[in-house]
């Protein structure tokens, strides 16, 4: 049973680092109007959107973005990165307590 958890918490820790890749394409393209990204580029950035879209998705409907002015900030993305943070950990502890 350990070994299941060690096992999920390290697909949850990959998909964080996915959820990291994501974030860095998207400051790219909100930082840098005229960038057009190279059909390579998309390539590597069209999986990442998949896969984090399946949960990114729904938070961004359950988790109103934050005001700061004339700027909204999508906190939803840091509410994921917290949570899988949390989760992983919780699993690592109840994996090294079973073994």
Sequence with gaps: ???????????????????????IVEMIRSFSRRWAPSR???????P???LTDV???PLRRLIP???LGGVALDVSILVLFFGLSILVT???SVAEGMN
């Excluded at 070994?3 to 890749?21: D, K, N, P, Q």
């Excluded at 390579?40 to 069209?46: P, Q, R």
């Design 1 to 23: 049973m350990a070994t299941a958890l060690y096992i999920i918490a390290l697909v949850l820790r990959v998909y964080w680092f996915i959820l990291l890749g994501r974030v």
């Design 90 to 92: 919780i699993l690592l």
């Design 55 to 57: 949960v990114v998705k």
């Design 40 to 46: 390579g580029f998309a390539l590597v950035a069209e």
């Design 65 to 67: 973005p934050v005001r």
């Design 48 to 50: 990442l959107f998949v």
